[in-house]
């Protein structure tokens, strides 16, 4: 985070991330912000509101969850960036952190029009996700974007070096990298979430329940595998299928779906995998040049 703390010369810098989720499973926007927190700035966060109920008590920072008409598609984003420019318009703070770039708009533009800092941070190769493969018209419309704010940006870091090196020969964009490391946790033996109902090994995915993420693969894989349970944790536009699939193929004794899992409690169940698997399909640059929060938090948790 050192881009971000000789930015903030007075411990009384106020500090706006955005994110266009509901902050719940967030890693890489927790650390920011608690990062920031201990350095002795202020931190506001602002995101939307999900089905799923956030209990805000949890989280040391402020944070915003917008009410929205539309949840998916070209609406969702539209409508998300027009609340977030006319609240940030107003809002008191001296740095805008746009977290991917769906929110990078309105960051963008409330940031030249108040002259404020502004520092983008890269989750992923955005224009290179599966979801964009295919759809012309909506790619060009997102890389119309990032032609007209990305190489006006002083300010930003990614999650990779290959990501980077991608935006710098595309924008010239000089991007530092801040690897999604977790934080440092100490889990006693009464902490753990107890995964097994014998002696099975269990077999673990975290993260986006998206396309393009090696699941079905990883299910089907279960039919060969004694013993064994594949626990998947998250949810995605494509848990419904997968629950499909895991019925249709017999298999519902041997994969389980918890859903979303708070940060606080995440580690407890990664803790008690014997495997973790990151199986992310070559489906475009992002997933090729990802390293995802999931790797670091299988090492970190010892599996």
Known sequence: MNQI????EKLNVKFCITVTNDIVADQRLNRT??????NGYSVSVIGRRRKTRVDLSL???RIKLFNLIFNRGPLFYA??????FFYLLFMQTDVFVACDLDTLPANYMVARIRRKTIIY??????????ELVGRHTTK???EWIEKKTLPHLRHAYTVSQSIADAYHRKYGLKMEVIHNYPLKRKLSENNKVQLRTNNENIIIYQGSVNMGRGLEIAIL?????ENSRLVIIGDGDIKEDLIKLTLDAGLTDKVTFTGRVSLNDLYKFTAQADLGISLEEDLGLNYRYALPNKLFDYISAGI
């Open 140 to 142: 060009k419309i997102w």
């Open 79 to 84: 409508e998300y960036n027009i609340r977030l």
């Open 59 to 61: 989280f040391p920072y």
């Open 5 to 8: 703390h000789t930015l903030a």
């Open 221 to 225: 894989s279960m039919k060969f595998l």
């Open 33 to 38: 912000a608690l990062s920031l927190i201990r």
């Open 121 to 130: 941070d890269s989750h992923e190769y955005f224009t290179e996700v599966p």
